[in-house]
């Protein structure tokens, strides 16, 4: 691990990157992912909890949705993961080991029921997501069994329309473990990290949601994992394991954060804040031991104030 994150300053020094230092405002989670910034509130998934969680001002975390109670009609971990927003309102969210896609009623934490069964898509769990502005989810998944030691296996995106139809986006075809996914600010492209082909995709998306011609945007110097837009068309990517997240353009890498690993690992990154100029980080220490993750809550979330802004950049 020395040698990535060896490599990656060496990365960062080489392409002149911008460097800022972030800060830690809150901690207490056990592996926290898929940060979100919606109605002037910053949110995340603490998987290992199942729950969904907003952040206020103070750092203080408030449980919003609780699928917890699942556990008791399963042998299936039960883990969230991408969320987003309806037009009506209503939260969708990814069950990843259960391959759903979950609603949220809105009368308590866990009111949750079943829009959409993906399993018929999913070779292993599902996994981030963002939603359109017409209600239709892109759902990324592992495509193998990463928590067993599997060889990664390409797998298709998954698209569920707001009525829960599911299907694949074919015309894409399949990605080496699809994770981030994002929409530009004016919805004619989708973003996605391909983890294992170290490489930020970007695929075209037509008016009525369709997705074609996937293609390389940039190469990570480690892998990306979660990834956040901003309206200049820069990816921001976490690189678990290296040290970094970083932005990325078409030209290379412009910024970069560094998050030493004694404090964790970078999982996942978005713009928030009132003008969503704050870089917000989600850091885990532990992604295999869902007990132990839980059960430690060394998770924590970070921030860093950059030049750039998010927008209307999605999610």
């Not at 020094?13 to 509130?41: L, Q, Y």
């Not at 998954?158 to 004016?186: H, R, W």
């Not at 004619?188 to 294992?196: D, I, R, S």
């Not at 964790?264 to 980080?281: I, N």
Request: glycine share 12%; proline share 6%.
């Amino acid at each position: 691990m020395t040698n990535v994150v060896a490599d990656t300053a060496a990365a960062v020094a080489e392409a002149g990157a911008r460097v800022v230092e972030p800060r830690k405002i809150a901690t207490g989670f056990s592996w926290p992912e898929c940060p979100r910034w919606h109605n002037d509130t910053f949110w995340f998934s603490d998987m290992y909890t199942a729950t969904l969680k907003t952040l206020d001002a103070e750092g203080n975390a408030t449980v919003v949705v609780d699928a917890s109670g699942r556990r008791a009609g399963t042998d299936v971990p039960i883990v969230l993961g991408g969320f987003g927003w309806l037009p009506d309102g209503r939260l969708i969210v990814t069950s990843m080991h259960e391959k759903l896609v979950l609603v949220h009623g809105g009368n308590g934490p866990e009111d949750l029921e079943v829009l959409a069964d993906v399993s018929g898509f999913a070779q292993a769990a599902i996994n981030d997501m963002v939603v359109d502005a017409d209600g239709r989810a892109y759902v990324t998944q592992l495509g193998f069994d990463l928590f067993a030691g599997q060889d990664p296996v390409p797998s298709p995106l998954i698209v569920v329309e707001p009525d829960g139809t599911a299907s694949t986006a074919d015309e894409v075809g399949p990605l080496l473990c699809a994770n981030g996914i994002a929409i530009s600010a004016d919805g004619t492209k989708v973003f996605t990290a391909e983890v294992m082909a170290q490489k930020i995709t970007v695929i075209d998306r037509a008016a009525d949601g369709t997705l074609s011609n996937p293609r390389a945007f940039a190469t990570c110097p480690f892998l990306p994992d979660g990834i956040g837009l901003d309206e200049d068309g820069g990816v921001w990517a976490a690189m678990p394991g290296s040290g970094y997240v970083a932005r990325f353009t078409e030209n290379g890498m412009t910024d970069a954060i560094p998050l030493p690993l004694e404090n964790g690992v970078a999982s996942a990154c978005l713009l928030g804040g009132p003008d969503r100029s704050t870089l917000c980080m989600t850091v885990g220490v532990e992604v295999f031991d869902f007990e132990k993750s839980a059960r430690e809550a060394l998770g924590s979330i970070w921030v860093a104030d950059v030049s750039a802004r998010g927008g209307a950049t999605r999610p």
